[in-house]
């Protein structure tokens, strides 16, 4: 009888041992700096960041190219500034601007996923934000 329940036991671990390895190997597989760039960046940007996206011949100020980012900062990924850009905290300095407050988009969309449940929105706009930067800091040039 105990046999059976420790058997039993045993080919439920290896059940979950089996679905764990697949989400995890399913996540490492997915580029979401990439896949959120894409969606919401290159329309302005352009898909190469260069600053051709379809929509930008509707703007005032041309989208820079943010490929350069390093190269126009001596060689240097900028990352303090461009998170900072990216979030909407360099508003003050800048004035009025073309790109949308990413930090406060973000922030709503998690407000809609999550509703009533408790969540760390801070730490969720982060996330998104630094899985940007991290696809920006692939994306530039390296002369
Ligand atoms: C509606 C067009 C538009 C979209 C969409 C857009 N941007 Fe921008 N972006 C601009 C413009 C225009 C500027 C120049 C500053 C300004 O006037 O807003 C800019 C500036 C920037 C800068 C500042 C570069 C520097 O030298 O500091 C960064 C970084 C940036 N964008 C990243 C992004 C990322 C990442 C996304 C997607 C999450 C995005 N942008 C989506 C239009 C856009």
Redesign the pocket.
């Known amino acids: 009888m105990n046999t059976i329940k420790l058997v039993l036991a045993g080919l439920s671990g290896a059940l979950i041992l089996v679905i764990h390895t697949g989400a995890s190997a399913q996540v490492r597989t997915q580029d979401l700096g990439k896949r959120?760039?894409e969606?919401?960046?290159?329309?302005?940007?352009g898909l190469d960041?260069k600053g051709s996206?379809t929509?930008?011949p509707w703007?005032?100020?041309?989208?820079?190219d943010?490929s350069a980012?390093s190269k126009?900062?001596g060689g240097i990924f900028?990352a303090d500034?461009?998170?900072?850009?990216?979030a909407g905290e360099?508003i003050a300095a800048?004035g009025?601007?073309?790109?949308?407050v990413?930090g406060q988009?973000y922030r709503m969309s998690a407000a809609e996923y999550y509703m009533e449940q408790p969540y760390n929105d801070e730490a969720i706009v982060r996330a998104r934000?630094l899985s940007?930067?991290e696809?920006?800091n692939r994306m530039q040039q390296t002369r």
């Open positions: 959120e760039f969606r919401s960046c290159a329309s302005c940007h960041g996206g929509v930008t703007l005032k100020k041309s989208p820079p943010l980012l126009n900062n900028p500034r461009v998170y900072k850009s990216i360099d800048h009025s601007r073309e790109m949308p990413w988009v934000i940007l930067l696809y920006l």
